[in-house]
């Protein structure tokens, strides 16, 4: 990684390796960001537990077509600061305030904080319940603002996630 590199909790294949200031920084607040809570208890991460970390074009895996999909597919109009990877763990968070306003489960299945009324579609359990390519799924205990993406979204996944980036810079 460039320059200006401190000695963070980033491990690749068992080593410790180095992270620079800023990227770590993108972590603290993803972990201090106050709205982020209820979706890292329910993924059961903390920071201590937390293996490794990779921000921007390192982020995801090749060997995870998924999160290739997700963050350089429907995500190629993000900023590459908002695309993170924490353990198995693959994220959308704005680089700004550190909400997550996306994230993956399983190989397939697609999460966003949603803007709702901009969308035109209501907001039910049924954005948060359903099947996916990955199985059955039920998102309801994290809230009403997250709905899974490719029940409600076919097709407009790249829309979907400009406005849900869009969405996060309300948060604080």
Not at 132 to 147: H, K
């Amino acid at each position: 990684m460039g320059g200006g590199a401190v000695e963070g909790m980033i491990c690749e294949n068992g080593k410790r390796v180095q992270i620079n200031k800023t990227n770590m920084e993108l972590v603290d607040k993803i972990f201090e960001n106050r709205h982020n809570h209820i979706l890292l208890n329910f993924l059961k991460i903390s920071k201590e537990k937390a293996n490794y970390y990779k921000i921007g074009e390192e982020a995801g895996s090749p060997f995870d077509e998924g999160s290739m999909i997700f963050f350089f597919k429907y995500g190629k109009n993000l900023p590459d600061s908002t695309k993170v990877t924490i353990s198995i763990w693959n994220f959308l968070v704005n680089p700004d305030n550190g909400l997550i306003f996306g994230f993956q489960w399983g190989r397939f299945t697609f999460v966003i904080r949603c803007d709702f009324p901009k969308l035109g579609i209501s907001n039910t359990n049924l954005c948060r319940v359903g099947n996916t390519l990955d199985s059955f799924v039920d998102f309801t205990a994290l809230g009403e603002n997250w709905c899974i993406m490719d029940i409600s979204f076919e097709g407009e996944e790249e829309t979907h996630l400009k406005f849900s980036y869009e969405l996060s810079k309300n948060y604080s």
